[in-house]
């Protein structure tokens, strides 16, 4: 299984950026997907999920409002549209699957990671 992050950039504060996710290797309707991220000396924070079918989401208490994840199974790509976008948003920001259904929060239970992709936002 392989997971491929991309879009993220350097913005300004307020502006938006899309990340997207590929993955292949696995039937791509049948698992959790979750976008985490982490910024040097914190740990990974847990930003959203969505369930195999795309019908629930979940997302952390800091993003919630501002951030949507969606998913497409037909093309098996997975977005996370960031709007309003903070400094604090500033991080490396990772994809990953977890054998399950519905969303969940906790990074160890998932199982496959993509390596990232930066995003970072300027005062």
């Known amino acids: 299984v392989q997971l491929q992050a991309s879009g993220g950039g350097l913005v300004q504060a307020g502006e938006s950026l899309r990340l997207s996710c590929i993955v292949s290797?696995?039937?791509?309707?049948?698992?959790?997907l979750g976008w985490f991220r982490q910024s040097p000396g914190k740990e990974r924070e847990f930003v959203a999920s969505?369930?195999?079918?795309?019908?629930?989401?979940l997302y952390g208490d800091s993003v919630d409002g501002r951030f949507t994840i969606s998913r497409d199974n037909a093309e098996e790509i997975t977005y996370l549209q960031m709007d309003s976008l903070k400094p604090e948003d500033t991080a490396v920001y990772y994809c990953?699957?977890?054998?399950?259904?519905?969303?969940?929060?906790?990074?160890?239970?998932?199982?496959?990671w993509g390596r990232g992709t930066q995003v970072t936002v300027s005062s």
């Open positions: 290797g696995r039937a791509f309707g049948h698992f959790t």
């Open positions: 990953a699957t977890r054998d399950t259904v519905l969303p969940y929060a906790r990074a160890e239970s998932y199982d496959y």
């Open positions: 969505i369930s195999a079918s795309g019908s629930k989401v």
